[in-house]
């Protein structure tokens, strides 16, 4: 059956799940007819195993898409095998940045500390929208409680030409920490070192107890976003702890 007009589908789908919960919005977005081809974009970061998990419960063979910036803490890496092999995700797709346009544009890799958005979109957005080319829509852990722009953030959305979904939405800190405790669920092993958003390590730093669990992300820049969502096939900012 062909797709009808993203924003119309948009609004029939939030119309039609807007009482469900997270696992159900998840289940139905992975079974409805007007939500296309779908894929989970994940960071493999501090909170992103409770969506992978139930990922992994309905459709463990569903396509996951993990940005290698290749700034990334050792730890994420070891992190984002294991969970992978436990939870027997058949699907992950480590993306990594253009080699050519890394050599021309971040040959030393130091652009982050002259140009953070500039490489951002050499790491994380054009190797994601290249990625994402093959799909109708993406899944996000993006939800409510981390503020700014995701305040009234609803299960289903258009971003460009793209169907996004976020499942975790209406979920609360307390939920996700609830959700990983209940299933047992492998914790970032920084998260225990002071670290509740996780990035790039040049751009993640330790946060003190009542910070803002963002605020090591980017410290003492100007920077907040990570830049990954698009409006008519343009990047617009994000604010960071997008799950990415
Ligand atoms: S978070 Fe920092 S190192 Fe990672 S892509 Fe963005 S600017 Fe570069």
New binding site residues.
Partial sequence: MPLDNLSDRVTSLNEAYKHHSARAVLERALTDSQTGKLTLVSSFGAESVALLHMVSVLDRNLPVLFLD?E?LFAETLTYQMEVAERLHLGDVRVLHPDRDALLARDNEGL??LSD?DG??A???TEPLMRALGEFDGWITGRKQYQGGQRKALPFFEADGDLLKVNPLAHWTRDDVQDYMVENRLPRHPLVAQGYPSI??A??TTKVAPGEDPRAGR?RNREKTE?GIHFVDGKMVRIPAGAGL
Avoid: A, E, I, S
């Fill in positions: 910036t700034m652009l982050h953070p490489c951002c050499l790491r994380k990035g790039c040049p751009c980017w990570c």
